[in-house]
């Protein structure tokens, strides 16, 4: 089984200031992590993802994430915010394998941006 | 690559009547379909999972006979609401995968369903 814990519903950031979203996760087998964002209305698009390898992940649009398997954390960040960036960001975890491709995703946090 | 659509974008009915969804993979052939339900600043509840040409498999507490769906192509399923009612309003996202495109989902940009 999984699950995935987002923390804080909810950030806020002025533009040009560090983006920090927390996601850590809970998985039975080794995982496959992915961040999605959301624009209003809209379906999900992928950000980044980790399945193996180098556990610093560089995804589009200057984020990165990094995965912690002693803290089972899989946080997303972004130097500095753009005002674009104002969206909902969903964290998943897929088990892999004979799991394929099945998602279980976060609550989602708002990422509201200030000028 | 690896786009995926999904028709209509908003549909609004009527209680009691019936409403297809259709999701379509356009240039690539999807080995798993998969159906989620969003609703209002909620997160994504995975609804059902379905391969070409076999039964979908529903997440628990999901009603099959309600939420019906095809997948008869590789590259198109259809989730039909059946007998609509307003607690079924919501924004339904469907997305595709392959093996051979890595562990990764594509979604569709989602459909918003209004029942009055």
């Known amino acids: 089984a999984q699950s995935v814990t987002q923390l804080g519903s909810h950030v806020s950031v002025s533009e040009g200031a560090l983006v920090l979203l927390r996601c850590n996760y809970s998985?039975?087998?080794?995982?496959?992590l992915f961040w999605y964002v959301q624009y209003p209305n809209q379906g999900l698009q992928l950000l980044l993802k980790y399945t193996t390898g180098a556990t610093l992940v560089k995804g589009i649009n200057g984020f990165e994430a990094e995965f912690k398997k002693s803290e089972t954390s899989f946080h997303l960040t972004k130097p500095s915010a753009h005002m674009s960036d104002a969206a909902e960001y969903f964290c998943a975890v897929s088990a892999g394998g004979t799991s394929y491709g099945k998602l279980t995703f976060g609550q989602g946090t708002i990422l509201t941006v200030h000028p | 690559g690896a786009v995926v659509s999904q028709h209509p974008s908003r549909v609004i009915c009527k209680s009691g009547t019936s409403v297809k969804i259709e999701c379509r993979s356009l240039d690539f052939q999807a080995t798993t379909m998969f159906w989620y339900r969003q609703f209002p600043k909620k997160s994504l509840m995975l609804m059902a999972t379905s391969n070409e040409g076999s039964k979908a498999t529903y997440e628990q507490g999901v009603e099959k006979d309600k939420f019906l769906i095809n997948h008869a192509s590789l590259t198109l399923s259809t989730l039909t609401v059946t007998s609509a009612h307003p607690e079924d309003s919501s924004f339904y996202i469907c997305s595709a995968g392959k093996l051979t495109l890595g562990n990764e989902q594509f979604f569709g940009p989602g459909t918003r369903l209004t029942v009055l």
């Open positions: 998985s039975s087998v080794p995982p496959y």
